[in-house]
């Protein structure tokens, strides 16, 4: 998504390499028992998230019985979520906290006003979380097909529509879950480390 940039300020293409953010699939690996105590929304991060459609849309489910929300931010956020009794806000998790949180997610919800690469959209896609996000920047090119639903850009009505349809349908749910193991599984760092070896001694020939 960044080519155009380089390209239009005289960078030649065969000097621009895409390399995939990777991330540690054995760390994050989903839970021995699935979580089945209803359907699980999580949210993580701060830089360049999109917090107003986030609140919009957990208040547009807040009488949906079966959807819960997790949201994992920065404190000076709280305040923006709060009277909504779906949603759960943690402005201070530990890492195995965290991990606990992306386990039990049935899917991961990224609205974000830009983005080039996350690590959340890996770590929980590794953890066998379905993906929701609007198509902004990189995204697509972490996610396929199978293990997620993209959005366009600031329509909460596109959003809520994903989330019911995933929450109302067990078996597609399933699917995408699997999915998204199996995609993050190509994203194993370990791999990247090789993509990156191969670059570097193709750049000192």
Not at 60 to 77: N, Q
Not at 143 to 156: I, N, Q, W
């Amino acid at each position: 998504t960044q080519r155009r940039w380089f390209v239009e300020h005289g960078v030649e293409v065969n000097r621009i390499h895409r390399m995939l953010h990777g991330v540690d699939v054995d760390y994050f690996r989903p839970e021995a028992s699935p979580n089945d105590e209803g359907f699980r929304v999580l949210a993580v991060g701060g830089t360049r998230r999109n917090f107003g459609l986030l609140r919009s849309v957990a208040d547009s489910l807040k009488d949906e019985p079966g959807i819960k929300f997790d949201v994992v931010g920065p404190a000076d956020r709280k305040d923006m979520f709060g009277g909504l009794p779906n949603l759960t806000y943690h402005d201070r998790l530990s890492d195995a906290a965290l991990l606990t949180k992306y386990q039990e997610a049935s899917c991961l919800l990224h609205l974000i006003e830009d983005s080039t690469a996350n690590n959340v959209v890996n770590e929980a896609m590794a953890c066998g979380a379905a993906i929701i996000s609007e198509r902004h920047g990189g995204v697509p090119e972490y996610v396929t097909d199978d293990c997620a639903l993209l959005c366009s850009p600031g329509r909460g009505d596109e959003v809520v529509k994903a989330i019911k349809r995933l929450a109302g349908d067990a078996g597609r749910l399933t699917e995408m879950r699997k999915a998204a193991r199996e995609h993050a599984l190509t994203l194993d760092w370990r791999h990247s480390a090789a993509q990156f070896e191969q670059l570097y001694a193709g750049l000192s020939s």
